[in-house]
């Protein structure tokens, strides 16, 4: 396992436990207690992590990992939506897209779309995602549009007065929108109060709205409300979704998806 893919597994039990100790997180890695030392000092190094006596702890009450360290978990499940929410956007559009794993996804279906391959444009693009305008700045069919702002390392999201001057000056026909969470009664959720303001305004600015989440985000609460759920037009997640959860969105007015 490269150093890389550890660091990424050993971020992703921290955020998931809280705690790791040294000797449980090399068993569970199937490497050497010494090589898990080591990984700790550096991820304490970069404030990854707090190190401990025999381990290490999450980074603060309400950790936020990194999207570069996020590895592929869920990911079929992921492509599967992405395919899904991709589907639902017509030629010609204008879509919004904000950050996150599963939008990334998105954005990468939408470009493999046949239809879409030529058009003037096939599609317009608004992002506050650095890395999806990146990857779809290639594809010369696609008008991509980057809000501005100030970028936060975690989700390589600009946000900030100068994305909110951006979004308030034009309309999209969909906004697309990647959460943490997810709940019926408090609507959508990210973990930062910036991202989740620009966030709220592009969904304001779009005609209508797709939240892109796996079944992990429902029902769940998380620090910055987004959006109220009536805000919500469809929701496409996994066919792992609980089902009394997915009864909820659909009695509360939004149409579910899963896939």
Not at 47 to 65: C, D
Not at 143 to 154: D, E, F, N
Request: hydrophobic share 45%.
């Amino acid at each position: 396992m490269s150093r890389d893919a550890r660091w990424k597994a050993l971020l992703e039990l921290l955020v998931e436990r809280g705690r790791l100790e040294v000797e449980q997180a090399a068993g569970e890695l199937d490497v050497s207690a010494a090589t898990i030392r080591r990984d700790f000092d550096q991820l304490a190094e970069q404030q990854m992590l707090v190190r401990t006596r025999g381990g290490a702890i999450v980074h603060g009450v309400s950790y936020e990992l990194p999207l570069r360290y996020k590895t592929a978990r869920r990911a079929s499940e992921k492509q599967r939506i992405a395919k899904a929410v991709a589907g639902l956007v017509a030629p010609g559009e204008a879509v919004g897209l904000t950050g996150g794993t599963t939008t990334t996804e998105v954005a990468r279906a939408l470009a493999v779309r046949p239809d879409l391959a030529a058009g003037s444009p096939a599609l317009t693009v608004v992002t506050n995602a650095l890395n999806i305008a990146n990857e779809l700045a290639v594809r010369p069919q696609f008008k991509i549009v980057t809000t501005g702002g100030v970028a936060r390392p975690q989700s390589y999201e600009l946000v900030g007065p100068l994305a909110n001057g951006v979004l308030g000056q034009i309309t999209m026909d969909v906004a697309v929108l990647g959460v943490v969470a997810f709940d019926v009664v408090h609507g959508t959720a990210a973990q930062d109060e910036a991202e989740a303001a620009v966030n709220r305004l592009l969904c304001e600015r779009a005609g209508r709205v797709i939240v892109a989440a796996d079944s992990s985000k429902l029902g769940k609460r998380a620090f910055a409300r987004i959006c109220p759920t009536d805000a919500v037009d469809t929701l496409v997640t996994d066919t792992s979704a609980d089902q009394e959860t997915v009864r909820g969105f659909e009695e509360a007015g939004v149409r579910v998806l899963t896939v």
